[in-house]
Structure formats: structure tokens, C-alpha cells
């Protein structure tokens, strides 16, 4: 089964970025200097290691593949305030990235669920993009659902006890040991106790708190003359599917459903997504 273990070429590097080095996986075609780029960024508790069963067959498809640690999140530094988590202040971050990257190479930036928020953002600070999708992201803050209730629960606890605290009640809460030996068990507990406190704080009051900005996204990339496109899980539990539709409508597209996917379909469904992500992009790009 893929997940985030899933052995990859990709090198283990870092890029330059406004907010300094930040962790990356790398993988691009040795024969095309100039391929095209897509930047991946990760949601919330999220990861490079998200992307790892796409950027192989990206690479086969002519693509240079990109995935990146935001600031905070597992081998990124960053710094302990919580105001530099929410989505205008790693907007800048992620166009920091892109802008020497759009010199020599067409860039399309993915941001999954939160990371939806940072490139939103990135694409308001005129990041120069040659595409945007939006994967299992939405219009603004959770109102309601699971993921609304284990951030209104979690917060608190993660605040007074701290972020191994947190773990261990959620996964006792989900049935499950905290301290389970299993590869990829051991990967989960590694990336979320490494992951900046004030970050997972200031990311998960983003997602409680940031307002709508479809219409002025909208704005902006029709300003750049880039498309955008929304993708889910057809089971994505995150972000109400309707939400995400009506949010594709208001950037000019429709939602497009990723067979056999939920909330993280690059390691539920990679091939189905793939099946879906890379005619779409080759279209933009044509």
C-alpha cells in the first residue's frame, strides 16, 4: 500500500525560502533542465512525505516534483510565535520559493487541505504561478464536523500539556497505541512531536479562523491569466465536499473527484489522482 514510506528517488534536500532552509524532496527529470515545477505543500501535521508516492510518476510525466516541510512542520525550522503560522504570513514564505523557481521553469503550486491556505495566500502576494490546485482544501475556517471538534478539543490540551500529551490522547482516543512500534506508526509519532508547538497552535487557529477569500483569489489569478483547479477525495470527510464545489464555481471550475480517495488521496489513491492531476496540467501548460 502507498503511504508516506514509499520509497522514492527523490533527493532529501532543502530550498531557500524567506523564512530560511526548509526541508524538501526533490525529484526531476536528469534530461529536461527547464521541466516544468509543481511546488507540493503540506496541510496541517502534514509532510513532504505526503507527496512520496507522486513525485516518482511526476517525474515520468516530464514534471520537476517539489515537496516541501512549511515552516514548523516536521524537519523545518521555525520560529516559536504562532503568528507566523497562519496562512498571510507563509503566503510570503511559499512566493519566496516560487519566484527565483518561475525565472527558468513554469511553476503550478498544489496545496493540500491547510497548505490550500498558504498557497491561496501565496497567489494573493502575486506569486508568479502557471497554475493552482487546491487538493482537499477549502473556502476558510472549519465551522463544524470532525475535523472542527478535534481542534476545538485539542487546542486547549495542546496548549496546558503539550504536544505529546495531544498525541497520546488522540490516539487513545482513536484506539490506537501511541507508542506502536510499526514503521509507520513510529513515522506519525516522529513527524508530529517534531513539528513546532507554536506552529501546530497558530496553524490550527488558522483553520478555526480564517475568513473567505474565493472572490479575491479569484481576482488574482485571473489577473495572472492561471487556472485553478479543486480536487478531492470522492470521500474527503475534511472540508464538505458541497463547500469545495461551491468554491471551484467561484474560481471558474469545477470540483474533481479522485476515485477511491478521502482526505489524503496522494497516498489513498495516488494513480487515480495522478490519472486526474497530470493531463490537467499538461493541458495548462500546452
Known sequence: MPNQLT???????????????????????????????????PGYTG??????????????????????DQPG???SPGPDDEAAYQPAALGPVIHSIIS???????????????????????????????????????PAAFTSGN???????????????GKRALYDRSQHAAGADPDDPAPLARFYRR??????????LGM??????EPDLTDDLARALELRGAPAAVIAGESDDAWPLAQQRAMAGRLGTELLLVPDGAHSPAVEAPANLLAILVPLMRSWLA
Open 7 to 41: 520509497e522514492t528517488t527523490a533527493l532529501h534536500t532543502t530550498v531557500e525560502s524567506s523564512a530560511g532552509e526548509l526541508a524538501a524532496l526533490v525529484a526531476a527529470p536528469e534530461a529536461e533542465p527547464n521541466a516544468p515545477v509543481i511546488l507540493l505543500v
Open 47 to 68: 509532510s513532504k512525505e505526503d507527496f512520496a508516492p507522486l513525485l516518482d510518476p511526476l517525474v515520468e510525466a516530464g514534471f520537476m516534483a517539489i515537496a516541501i
Open 73 to 75: 512542520q516536521h524537519e
Open 100 to 138: 527565483p523557481l518561475a525565472l527558468d521553469h513554469q511553476v503550478i503550486l498544489l496545496g493540500h487541505s491547510f497548505g490550500g491556505l498558504s498557497a491561496r495566500a501565496a497567489v494573493l502576494r502575486g506569486a508568479p504561478v502557471s497554475g493552482l490546485v487546491l487538493l482537499c482544501s477549502g
Open 147 to 161: 475535523r472542527f471538534d478535534a481542534l476545538t478539543a485539542g487546542q486547549p490540551v495542546l496548549r496546558e500539556h
Open 191 to 200: 513527524r508530529f512531536l517534531a513539528s513546532n508547538e507554536s506552529g501546530l
Open 204 to 209: 490550527g487557529k488558522a483553520l478555526l479562523t
